[in-house]
């Protein structure tokens, strides 16, 4: 019957000396309860701080050169502030609770409940309603990112290898796979403001073509053909980073995007048409291994 | 009907200290003894112990492993210390196929031999039959096999380190057809076939474990406890075995589809005309990203399969230290099932920018929009347990009450990655590496220990040493934060993971003193281990003794004596009340063990609440 007796015959809790002992448990002192809970009051403070602090010291979203990027901003910082507003209050009240009900700071029994069916009810219903509306908030912008693709044909072909990014402009007939094809290797030129739409492919394993600033990102897969397609508002040079390991050299698989006017672009691909004239290179003829 | 009106008369016969265990004198056990009480043991105990000491073995390994990524995401190309002696003829450095490897042996360790198995193996074996008040489990042969399947895995894993090329390098995901063609990197080589027996076995491992788990606590609860009385560590593992049990199939099954790919020629993974290293790769036919669906349609559910059994735990160590019952125990239960049925249906979240079709992004984006929802009602209830609770600061009450911190961030992260168009520019940044150990370490880790301080006392007979506990808390809390906190900002540059070396990159070049803070930290982390280690076996052998129900816990595994001996209860428990019965107004003690006969106060209380 006395389980509780038999428990301390058995050899009380084992507890290290000079602890005090409330409810039958190892008790740490007052101050003890309010350093744990300060501690865990640090979460909340620091990690916004930290998210404060970040983008004065640059370390924050890539400058944003694109128009879909603009969007995907958009989003990502509206679902900070919902995520942030949520950590900050449960973190609170995770601390708020861990300092008031201490059971070194009072001798109030517990509060004897198992749970509010009004309060489940709130709880699941207010989230439910947010997550769904987030859901249908995200809707538009993927579609225009990823669905709802211009009606033109390829302004360029991308074909990822280990470890390059191999690119082919349609030349003058404006058609990819015909004699007058434009080779490149890791050096992407765009025209700024128009739309550009990529055929991306692989020859080997998969890869990711991923461009920061323009916030694109596309696996590409062995077998298929994934249309990637964005509108640049700013020139520069900008990185390509395969973002799919892919071997042993996935870090160095680098490009550059360079989006420039119209004008420059037609002067740059006028050059390497000629270069590649002069150089009578058909497509069968380029070093496999130009990247390095 | 005397063990029902008397559950708690000692019996002689079975003390604590059963001599099949314990009792045997030093030098007079024979070699067959030993080996069947120790190492071919069919004792669920001993089974769950031997689980916890090499899923603690290969935690330190997975954990140098990812001091070594971290060295090389820190300083590149600097020579690398202690390990550095190995690349000797590359002048200490690091290759960058080290380096793939690494981190692809890193999660795979942690994952497959680490996180799976200390969570339903030693937990899991340890706690079902005796917080279901069984002897043992349903099927002690299958148990003892589930233990040793794991063995080829940890020989598979481990001897990969030594073949020509190295363990695998594909990632843990080991996406076709860098995995399946051998030219495409030096560990898809041989050690990426022994990657694949490796995770044959380990789900062998965690089949058989799910059958015995569901059929024990189906078949052998103790009388008066029915399904609603179940502390929530059992309904956690519990659902947790029926997800293994459904999605593990699937697995296996892919891996041997890659095995064939890789060995016998088919082309279930390959497409036509692959030219990898400049030669023609597979038989062609296949598709790379039907792995992935395959894959992740375990490895998603696998996700919860790594966090749910820890969530069961902090609940019953929550409301244990807290002196209060858990707060909303039917909505807690619900939410696990939600979570698992749920987790069935999202796995292409992982795989928005594939080339899997966009519309079907879309799909993927809701249902794991609403899987945050049971998570958030979950934390809510812990929120609520807490809340007007007499909260007691043991290392086991800290681990535990940072498991909710934690979690909070690694929910809340995770919505982010659920956002189709955010998760274009975030997808495999830092960001995901922050999300993922947040919810791993941070969480299940966190939980881990909660649990083994809060059980050692019923494993070993003894209290673990509380102030060294709090130490190890402390600087585990702190350096982990320090740590994966500051990934989310990596990943808000966009930094990739899996990168050997990303300075080279304009947007990217200026993280290498972050990346370096975060090292540091790690090393204090993986160093703070060293409080718990010493702690750890020093109490196994000079803690304080502990008596039966050294915290007063209501669960059943409280009334057997520390540790228990074969056979588990010496007496039959009886069960009269769910486990969350503390500080029932008017009862004299705060709690009420589950065992303990009905009391007075406690209808009394119940009519009050009802009233």
Known sequence: MDQDKRNRDAGSGGNPPGDTWVDGLPQGRRWSGIGWSL???????????????????????PKDVSVHGRSIDDLFYFILVLTGVIFLATELILFWFMWKYDAAASSKPATYIHGSHALEVVWTIIP????????????????????RRPRMSPSAEVVARQFEWRIRYPGRDETLGTPDDLFVVNDLHVPIDEDFLIQLKSMDVLHSF??????????????????VWFKATETGT???VCAEVCGWGHYKMKGRVTVESRADFDRWLARIEAEQKATQRGPDEIPMAAAD | MSTVTQPHAPSPATAPHDPHVHGAPRGSMSLS????????????KVIGLQFLFSTLVWFLIGGLLALAVRWQVA???????????????????????????????????MIFLVIIPILAGAFGNFLIPLMIGADDMAFPTLNMLSYWFMWPAFLFFGGSFFVEGGAAAGGWTSYPPLSTSTVSAPGSGMGQTLWLLGLTMVGVSSMLGSVNYMTTIILMRAPGMTMFRLPMTIWAMFITAILQAFALPVLTAAGFMQLTDRLLGTGFFSPEGNIINNAMSGAGGGQPILWQHLFWFYSHPAVYIMILPAMGMVSDILTTFARKPLFGYRPMVYSIAGIAGLGFIVWGHHMFISGMNPALGITFMVATMMIALPSAVKTFNWLGTIWGGRIHYTAAMLFAISFVSMFIIGGLSGIFMAATPVDIFIH????????????????TAMGVWAGIYYWFPKMFGRTMNEFWGKVHFFLTFTFLNGTFFTMHILGAVGFPRRLADAYHYETFHHLQPLNAFMTWCAIG????????????????????????NPWNANTLEWTAPSPPGHGNFDFQPVVYRGPYEYSVPGCEKDYLMQTDPPHPAEAAAAAAAHA
């Not at chain 2, 210390?81 to 795979?108: D, I, N, R, S």
């Open chain 1, 39 to 61: 501690l865990f009051l640090l979460v909340p403070v620091l990690g916004t701080a930290t998210f404060v602090i970040a983008p004065y010291y640059n370390h924050w979203l």
């Open chain 1, 128 to 147: 439910a309603a947010t997550m769904l509306f987030l859901a249908i908030y995200q809707m538009n912008t993927w579609a225009d990112i990823k669905m």
């Open chain 1, 210 to 227: 991923f461009l920061p600033n323009l916030r694109m990102k596309q696996d590409a897969v062995p077998g298929m053909k994934q249309p």
């Open chain 1, 238 to 240: 900008y990185d390509i």
């Open chain 2, 33 to 44: 003894t030993f080996l069947s009480t120790y190492v071919f043991s069919k004792d669920h």
């Open chain 2, 75 to 109: 300083w590149p190309w600097s020579d690398v210390p202690v390990l550095g002696k190995l690349f000797a003829q590359q002048g200490g450095q690091m290759a960058p196929e080290f380096y793939t490897m690494l981190f692809t042996m890193h999660a795979t360790v």
């Open chain 2, 428 to 443: 495999d940044t830092y960001f995901i590496v922050a999300h993922f150990h947040y919810v791993l370490f941070a969480g």
């Open chain 2, 525 to 548: 982390m993986v160093a703070s281990q060293i409080v718990f280690a010493i702690n750890f076996f020093w109490s196994m052998f000079r803690g304080p003794v502990a008596g039966r």
